[in-house]
């Protein structure tokens, strides 16, 4: 019996196989299919600040950018490596408390205490992560789940670092337009950076681990030490963001090391897209803004986000990003079967 | 053929819950040697191999490489020393082309040291390994993906894995399973190549026939215990491998 | 799926089981005190310890672990000092992590054998 029906297929645009290989160059329209999304993201990114009318505008944007930062994180980490990071409130504690205490009890400028932050941080994080880098996948999920809550009890229990109240008083930026575009500076690093990253030599060996950790093993390579170097650059990124945060209010307290830092870089992330590192960007220029819309209804909101995320899951599951690179790079039609 | 003993293996054992998978078993292998290891299913090869090279930790028994102990090395250790192996179960990089799949082995720390420091362009070298062992680079095989290969390339690309690791001995997890005799006729000129360039090769093969054209020397195992080593005319004769393939009644 | 069995029935199950289980925990630890929204981020914390050192995969290495770990915490509370508690389970977590990654009856005795 034969079942007559449709289906969809999907054919690479004539313009995307054009456009692949050294021959891009040759054309403009070639050219400019392939420039045009990164052109339009960095325009975005440079311009939408300043169209920004009040200073509260110009907080949110940052505040999304701090977000957007721990989701392409948890990106790299979760699609690249293959290790599920469900901690991204460590980073931003520990990068944020160590840039706190040395701006209080050291009196280091912004910029040193940054730097530090971020290369010391992420050099303490990957530490305490060690034990169960050499484990098999759930291990890391649970262990940084749970990290972050433990560290902020035993900061509040033990009083140090400024205990419950934080570390007030610290300095903060010369201008708004230093906090702005010192983030957006560094996210769009990032976002090239990685992009690159990830499709060197070591970065196939990052998707390999991910792929398939058997095969690099025979092939010589030491599976711990790369996943350590990967965790690595994770953690300094999130570090990055929580010593910004940190001058950003010029506080630091134990809301750094709060479950949200951890569940909305993964919210965000689902509905912009995984795998691709651009997606992470374009989850959080919607769930931030719309958790601050939201702030009128209280504690409700987490029922929207979770509403949004199932939804996402259940309809949508691959994330806006990757339906739109499809839809550039591919057209469909119904053919019959 | 040397003496040089390369590899030795004494009294390995291992047991899963009450399963003896691997019962005191040992052999030599000299370099250059092609030694292949048989036995019904389930007599414990595949275990052996882990054993070996140390993806599953043996209860007792020790390996001797070049006359050091690397039966307590990690796994990683003992492939970057040049043991390397192909799995069973095919594994390779699924999402990448097939010459990048070679990136990983051509980036591990042993390729890197035996090329003396920068290995210069990693890709050119992937595609003249593939070239090498048979994907041909006019049809832009190695290009394409290594999900939309035939299971003869990915073998091949198994193998091609192994040989960019510059190994000293490579261990050959049943790589003519699954083939077509047509495949298989154009993977035995490439065992055969690499026996003559010199290489010290464990082949663990089902398909005797082809198998006992290529080995020098042959270690039959059956339920995890070695029952008989020789030659393989010897040992196709030896009353115990008769029994164990044939069954006891099949003798009569 | 291959075998006949719906992975999905079952890993539906399991989560329902799981929930159950942690909502007699609650009703249980009602008496001691006051809950709040925030109160299982608490529980959380020594659930996980207690799952780690136990051993993922073996109910009676979770329930001795879970003793150990009690225990250790009401000593440390009265002779240490009672905010050295959560140090207690962060220093439980990463000392089993090292010496014995699969816990003290785990079943997944391959993290051990992850040479």
Not at chain 3, 58 to 77: C, E, H, K, N, R
């Amino acid at each position: 019996m034969v079942t007559k029906g449709k289906r969809k297929e999907r054919l690479d645009r004539g313009l995307k196989v054009r456009s692949e290989g050294v021959y891009a160059i040759a054309s403009w329209t070639e050219a400019m299919y392939l420039i045009a999304p990164r052109l339009f993201l960095i325009l975005a990114m440079v311009v939408i600040p300043l169209v920004m009318p009040s200073i509260y505008h110009k907080r949110l944007i940052c505040l999304l950018f701090i977000y957007a930062l721990l989701a392409i994180s948890f990106d790299f980490l979760t699609n690249y490596v293959g290790l599920v990071c469900l901690g991204g409130a460590l980073f931003m504690g520990v990068g944020g408390y160590i840039a706190g205490s040395l701006n209080a009890m050291l009196g280091l400028p912004a910029v040193l205490t940054i730097i530090v932050a971020t290369l010391g941080g992420a050099a303490i994080c990957t530490i305490l992560l060690l034990p169960c880098l050499p484990l098999r996948g759930i291990y890391f999920a649970i262990v940084t789940l749970v990290y972050p809550l433990l560290l902020g009890r035993i900061i509040e229990a033990t009083r140090i670092l400024g205990g419950t109240d934080g570390m007030p008083g610290l300095s903060t930026y010369p201008s708004p337009w230093v906090d702005l575009y010192l983030v957006i500076g560094v996210t769009a690093f990032l976002l090239f950076g990685l992009r690159r990253l990830v499709n060197e030599d070591i970065g196939l060996v990052f998707r390999g681990i991910k792929d398939n950790d058997q095969t690099v093993t025979a092939c010589g390579v030491n599976i711990t030490a790369y996943r350590t170097r990967a965790v690595y650059i994770a953690s300094a990124i999130g570090c990055f963001a929580g010593a910004y945060l940190c001058h950003l209010y010029g506080w630091v307290g134990l809301s750094f090391f709060a479950l949200d830092f951890s569940i909305i870089p993964i919210a965000a992330a689902i509905v912009g897209g995984m795998g691709t590192l651009v997606g992470p960007l374009l989850g959080s220029a919607i769930i931030v803004p719309l958790s601050e819309i939201l702030r009128a209804f209280g504690g409700l909101r987490i029922v929207f986000y979770a509403l949004i995320l199932i939804l996402f899951i259940a309809f949508r599951p691959e994330g806006l990003m990757n339906y739109f690179q499809r839809k550039y790079a591919q057209f469909e039609h119904w053919i019959e079967v | 053929m040397n003496e040089e003993v390369l590899l030795r293996v004494r009294g390995l054992f291992k047991s899963f819950g009450g399963v003896t998978a691997v019962a005191n078993v040992s052999f030599d292998l000299r370099k250059g040697e092609t030694l292949g290891i048989i036995g019904p299913n389930g007599s414990g090869k595949t275990t052996l191999v882990n054993l070996i090279t140390r993806f599953v930790k043996q209860d007792l028994g020790e390996v001797f490489f070049k006359g050091k102990k690397i039966s307590h090395l990690k796994a990683y250790k003992i492939a970057e020393m040049g043991i390397v192996r192909t799995f069973q179960i095919m594994r390779p990089f699924y999402t990448l082309p097939a010459f990048k799949n070679l990136i990983v082995p051509l980036y591990s720390p042993r390729v890197r040291k035996i090329g003396g420091g920068k290995l210069g362009d990693r890709d050119a070298v992937a595609i003249d390994i593939l070239e090498e062992i048979g994907f041909e680079r006019d049809a832009y095989v190695p290009y394409k993906m290594a999900s939309s290969l035939p299971l003869g390339y990915l073998k091949r690309l198994e193998l091609a894995r192994c040989l960019a690791l510059r190994p000293e001995v490579i261990i050959c997890d049943e790589i003519f399973s699954g083939l077509s005799m047509a495949e298989i006729a154009t993977m035995v000129p490439l065992m055969e190549r690499l026996q003559m360039e010199g290489k010290t090769i464990i082949m663990i093969e089902h398909r005797l026939r082809e198998l006992f054209r290529i080995v020098d020397h042959v270690v039959v195992l059956n339920f995890g215990a070695k029952i008989a080593e020789g030659l393989p005319e010897e040992v196709i004769e030896h009353e115990e491998v008769k029994k164990a393939y044939l069954g006891k009644k099949g003798l009569k | 799926m291959m075998l006949g069995m719906d992975s999905d029935r079952m890993a539906t199950i399991s989560l329902a089981v799981g929930s159950a289980l942690a909502g007699v925990a609650a009703v249980v630890i009602l008496p001691l005190g006051n809950l709040t929204v925030e109160s299982g981020y608490q529980v959380l914390i020594y659930a996980v310890a207690v799952c780690i050192v136990g051993g993922l995969g073996s109910w009676p290495g979770a329930v001795v672990a879970a003793f150990l770990l009690g225990y250790a915490q009401i000593l440390t509370d009265k002779f240490g000092g009672s905010h050295y508690q959560a140090v207690v389970a962060m220093a439980a977590i990463i000392i089993t992590l090292i010496l014995r990654p699969s816990g003290l009856f785990g079943k997944q005795k391959e993290l051990e054998e992850r040479v």
